[in-house]
């Protein structure tokens, strides 16, 4: 069997056209559907086949990922009208990078195994840097068998790809992903404003701790935007309040309180509420300026 597939891809924004365009790159017959056809002609040019539909795409596809903001979105794409499920033959397979609630993502799984397709959700974390460098980390749930099946297309994207287990599970790995993002992004706009307060710059103490054990890649990126009050989106911040909603509405369901995510989801609502939605999600460290 070749190790060369046609692959359907939808979801061609910041994340979505980079991580396609390696997959094109790597040899992969890419098939390429977006609502606004403009939005295709970037990877159009590198060689991928524009579409009418995602059901044109997904013709005689083995592989067919989705990329997009939330989880109606997905569901149209998978399962609507002009959808990958129109198509896709017995025995391929769906992969969804988008973050959507994992009840979703099992449900999504179970209709599309009525038609002996499988399903993996594998949200990601990167944002737009990791999906241009080819660095994304990829949380999946699903069967093993299809998780072996895409992971080389996982290596070609991302640096990392685990399996956590079964249909949903990559999400709830996302939700926690998403909280601890939050929470240590509420950490480091407190503790620095506290610096500031005491006289001591920001941007000394972030290099002295950096080393240590508060060093982290939130320490290493965010951290520097919050300094430099430089928004400039690497994940956008009305995308991760969706995030976080959806992590606080799986803690709710299994009973747990999350109230380090009830604070991000707060101030993220604040800094929206004042404009800076298409900023970094970081920006949510401006709900405590004075």
Partial sequence: MSDKHVIAYVGLGIMGRPAASHLLRAGHELRVYARRPEAMEPLAELGATPCKSAAEAAEGARFAFTNVSDTPDVEEVVLGPGGYAESLAAGSVVVDMSTIAPQAAR?????????????????????????????????????????????????????????????????????????????????????????????VEPAKVREAIAGGFAGSKVLEVHAKRIIEDDYVPGFKARLHLKDIKIAIEAARGCGVEVPSAEEFRARLEKVIGQGHGEDDSSVAAKALDD
Wanted: aromatic letters at 6%.
């Fill in 107 to 199: 449900d999504i799984a179970a209709a599309l195994a009525a038609k002996d397709v499988a399903f993996i959700d594998a949200p990601v974390s990167g944002g737009q840097a990791g999906a241009e460098a080819g660095t994304l980390a990829f949380m999946c749930g699903g069967a093993e068998e299809a998780f072996a099946a895409a992971s080389p297309l996982f290596e070609i994207m991302g640096s990392s790809h685990v399996l956590v287990g079964g249909s949903g599970a990559g999400q709830v790995a996302k939700c926690v992903n998403q909280i601890l993002i939050g929470a240590t992004v509420d950490a480091v706009a407190e503790s620095f404003k506290m610096a500031r307060r005491l006289g």
